[in-house]
């Protein structure tokens, strides 16, 4: 006979689960499932589970199963958060995939790839949403205690309203407040991406009837003739253009904000608020509907066709090529296919107008998604990724990790910028090619589009392993500008300098603001003066924490450090020898701008750099401001290389290449070309002659005779017979190892052990350990080792695994007591 108990028994399988919880640590911890939510859980959902003492986190579930860890006792699960899974399969199979090729933690990958909101922990930090009003009335008793201690105090870590509640799980309770948008759950809270709207005037339809439009005018005639003239300007300017702006109406009636505010008051006009570019004045532009001209339409045929055979297609062409309205037709045909579509952008803040343009076509199927938006909006974006309802997703690095469910074709624009790589923290990835990775998981397409490839994406076009298209002409009467070099050397010796600029650069200017046109000058250094020098015993300032010299910055007058952050006072008398004779050397964006605008009284100058963007929409305003001709001249660094497009810029001054082409690294001639021409490539965009003028000390450079000639089959070809010679990728795969230490002395045997432990395995794969350029960063001093590992022949899998045992091992020692290290696969 049959025991009932063993029958209960059998049907109540204990299940374990394994969860990826949000910290570094090398394997995922298993939890044991009470008997009661057994039914509930499932892979990809979110749970509460205890880590050590005390601390409670928010882990996903990976994997479930009947068998429990053989080295500890299991936990219990001690809540589920999700009633569907957050994560989908894909992602998870992703998360692994980085986890494995970037040789990196399941917990690092996790921290990166989910908004702080979706991975509560003890001290995640809540506080108020300010902007949202809410009835206290309709909250229950717990959140009406968590929303009374905010109203107090401004933030509260999960640990406090734990104790607050007298209760150890309160995640649900803080999902239910984050759901109703009262409560942000974040790390930080950064600023919010608000797109540019304008007003746009029209007249009511009441006054489509004749009789009632003459009647209007004979009671405005007598007692308000401008708002008549207001109202006869709009009539005459609608029979031009679809939409009127404030300021055309204003211009055209020569009449006051005030009489237009009187006219809307008395509903005569009414007012409708678009969103609208932010940096093009063509009308074409502004139309949701196009043709591709031949050129276009020949490369987007020529896509389709690739894409039958290849997964991975690089678009090359030049710029103003109009590779974007090429997107806007592939994006086109797989949202009607009804799959989704991933367009990453390097720098999210400098191409808003390919974000904007984009919106015109597709509406609210598109969402946005970047580090510039809070944690409740990037969890609302997850969300509709997640439910289909985004057909479209733009995003930085950062959205490759979002939950598509239907991917269809990954775009990653200018592909060959070193933005989509991640450096600090962990995973250290590369976004164009980990979205080539994800693309095999949904078995989508990827376009890879630049004007200046990569050599590691170009080569593999070269080698069929990629599709290739070209597109080598400019878009509309667009012409490629005319590029002129200046010798610096040359202009010093004939005494034409004036301060930083050849007479050929200012007369150029000056030729541009003459014209009402614009100009942009590109220095790749910011602060005022980057050292600070005692003419007497040689004395230079330096940081306490880098081995760095401190960088002047006017704005301030302060010397920073630009790694660390810290600051110290600029120096009157030298602290070495006591001497007055401090001379400042070189000359960074912050000097061009004070120094141009002395030479240039009149003119309005700009500067954008790290040190003027940091403020909220200091990005938006400073374009917005160049695209509404408030400013003649914009002076900047790397920024103003980055998706600009604007009509009017006519004179681009590169200031100093050298800073470029003298810089020790591998890929320093790959990077001069590709920024100069980038730069060069803002200039006569919308059918205006564009001017470039290059100042260097080698005016024979290889690289800037390429530039000018726009020769970058010559570069590829130059470069790659070197990378074979010197063994860099893409003929070799580079690991890079930074062994850190508080003690030099330390350092330096820990260093070298690791290095001949590593010898032994890999012979002389391995180069180093060596101080790199900048060998102390944050007090901790740094040592660097190098493995080149030949692609032909070796199994990445087998190396990486060797790696890794050999630190495990290393970390072991005795010898390895108080150091960190930091492994970066293709580092550069």
């Known amino acids: 006979m049959l025991d009932l108990s063993d029958s209960v028994h059998i049907e109540k399988k204990t299940l374990f689960a394994e969860v990826v919880l949000p910290l570094p640590i090398a394997k995922n911890y298993t939890y044991r499932v009470p008997f009661d939510r057994a039914a509930d859980v499932n892979v990809g959902k979110r749970v509460v589970v205890q880590f050590g003492k005390s ?69 995640t930090r809540i506080s108020l949403n300010t902007e949202y009003n809410f009835d206290k009335s309709e909250l229950n008793d717990k959140e009406f205690l968590i929303i009374d201690a905010l109203e107090i105090q401004a933030e509260l870590t999960v640990s406090e309203v734990s104790k607050l509640l007298g209760q150890k799980t309160v995640m649900p309770v803080l999902k239910m407040l984050f759901n109703k948008n009262i409560i942000h759950i974040a790390e930080e809270v950064n600023e919010r991406y608000k797109p540019r709207k304008r007003s746009f005037y029209g007249l009511n339809p009441v006054y489509r009837n004749q009789e009632q439009l003459k009647e209007l005018f004979e009671i405005l005639e007598k007692r308000a003739p401008k708002q008549l003239d207001a109202v006869l300007a709009l009539l005459q300017l609608s029979k031009q253009k679809q939409q009127v702006t404030k300021a055309e109406l204003e211009e055209a009636a020569q009449v006051s904000t005030a009489v237009l505010k009187a006219l809307v008051e008395k509903e005569i006009f009414l007012v409708e608020e678009r969103i609208v570019s932010r940096f093009s ?284 952050g810290y600051k110290e006072d600029v120096y009157a008398v030298c602290p070495a020898c006591g001497s007055v004779h401090l001379e400042q050397k070189g000359y960074g964006t912050e000097k061009i701008e004070d120094e141009l605008s002395l030479l240039l009284p009149s003119a309005r100058i700009v500067r954008m750099d790290l040190d003027t963007t940091r403020t909220k929409m200091a990005f938006q305003n400073i374009l917005s401001d160049l695209e509404d001709k408030k400013t003649d001249i914009l002076v900047g660094t790397q920024m103003v290389a980055k998706g600009l497009d604007f009509s009017d810029v006519t004179v681009i001054g590169i200031v100093n290449a050298d800073s470029l082409l003298k810089f020790p690294d591998f890929r320093a001639n790959e990077r001069s070309f590709q920024m100069l021409a980038q730069v060069s490539g803002r200039a006569g965009r919308r059918g205006k002659k564009g001017k470039v003028v290059i100042q260097t000390y080698d005016p024979h450079h290889r690289v800037i005779s390429q530039v000018i000639r726009n020769d970058y089959a010559e570069m590829y070809q130059m470069e790659m017979a070197e990378r074979l010679q010197f063994k860099y990728p893409p003929f070799y795969r580079i690991i890079q190892l930074d062994v850190k230490h508080k003690n030099a002395e330390a350092l330096f045997h820990q260093a070298e052990y690791l290095g001949n432990a590593l010898k032994k395995q890999f012979g002389d794969r391995v180069l180093g350990p060596e101080f790199p350029l900048i060998n102390r960063i944050r007090n901790y001093y740094i040592k660097t080792i190098i493995l080149k590992i030949e692609k032909e022949g070796t199994s990445m899998v087998r190396v990486k695994n060797i790696l890794k045992e050999t630190i495990v091992q290393f970390q072991t020692e005795k010898i390895s007591k108080g150091n960190l290290i930091r492994i970066d696969v293709d580092p550069y």
């Open 281 to 564: 004045n063509s009308e074409e532009d502004a139309e949701s509907t196009f043709e591709l001209n031949e050129y276009q339409e020949k490369a987007f045929k020529q896509i389709n066709q690739q894409f039958e055979q290849k997964d991975v297609v690089l678009l090359h062409g030049i710029t103003s090529s109009g590779k974007t309205q090429i997107y806007v037709r592939l994006i086109e045909a797989v949202i009607e296919s009804g799959k989704q579509v991933l367009f990453l952008l390097p720098e999210i803040a400098l191409t808003i107008h390919i974000i904007e343009r984009l919106r015109q076509y597709f509406g609210n199927k598109i969402g946005v998604y970047h580090s510039r938006f809070n944690d409740n909006e990037r969890v609302e974006v997850w969300n509709k990724v997640l439910s289909g309802e985004y057909k479209v997703v733009l995003g930085a690095r950062s959205s490759v990790f979002l939950p598509f469910n239907n991917l269809g074709l990954i775009v990653v624009d200018e592909e060959h910028e070193n933005s989509y790589k991640q450096f600090d923290p962990a995973p250290r990835y590369h976004a164009r090619d980990a979205a080539i990775y994800l693309s095999t998981l949904y078995k989508a397409k990827v376009l890879l589009g630049s004007a200046t490839p990569s050599l590691e994406s170009y080569y593999n076009a070269q080698q069929h392993k990629y599709g290739l298209v070209e597109l080598n002409f400019r878009f509309g009467e667009a012409v490629l500008p005319e590029i002129q070099v200046i010798s610096i050397p040359e202009e010093t010796k004939n005494k034409t300098m004036q301060s930083h600029f050849s007479t050929v650069l200012m007369q150029d200017i000056e030729s541009a603001l003459e014209k009402k046109e614009q100009a942009i000058l590109f220095q790749n250094r910011r602060g005022y003066v980057p050292l600070l020098i005692c003419k007497t015993c040689g004395f230079t300032p330096k940081c306490i924490n880098c081995d760095v010299s401190l960088t002047l910055h006017k704005s301030t007058g302060k010397l920073h450090c630009h790694y660390c």
């Open 55 to 123: 601390k409670l986190y928010t882990g996903v579930i990976i994997s479930l199963g009947e068998k429990a860890p053989e080295k500890y006792e299991a936990k219990y699960l001690m809540d589920i958060l999700d009633d569907e899974p957050l994560i989908t399969p894909q992602q998870l199979a992703f998360w692994d995939w980085i986890s494995g090729y970037y040789l990196c933690n399941p917990g690092e990958v996790m921290n990166a790839a989910l908004p702080a909101a979706l991975k509560l922990a003890s001290e």
